[in-house]
């Protein structure tokens, strides 16, 4: 997922919406797809690799005057109906906090169960959650 083969093609925002709204994509697709979302706004992403990756699919640096910056992104692809459960937010919280970096992101294409919301709340300058909606709204925000 790079961004130098798509310059001379649509606008971000078509392109990324376009390939959401194919959902039959597997996980990996989705992975990749939200890669290249956090390119577009302006971090630095690794893919990492497929198998074993430790609770994160995604590195995003950002580098600016505040410090250089490491967060672990997770993405979650689940049926629409299927909420992310707290289980897997504390699994990565545990994966941010066992690596010393400075924060996590869990982002899924469903929603977060109210346990999952809660306690985000409890530890939100150290985790962040996109849903469905969020994550559509940054896609549309792309230009």
Known sequence: AGLSNLKN???????????????SFVGRQFEELVCELFERKGYNVQLTKQTRDGGKDL???????????VI????????????????????LYGTVEADRVTAGIMVTNSYFSKDARRFQQTIKSRMNLMDYSELMKQIMDCR
């Not at 093609?9 to 959902?23: C, H, M, P, Y």
């Open 59 to 69: 590195i995003v640096l950002n580098n600016s005057m505040l410090g250089d910056l």
């Open 9 to 23: 093609e649509e606008t971000g925002e078509k392109l990324l919406s376009k390939r959401f709204d194919k959902i």
């Open 72 to 91: 672990y992104a997770e993405c979650k692809k689940k049926a629409p109906t299927h909420p992310v459960n707290v289980g897997l937010v504390r699994q």
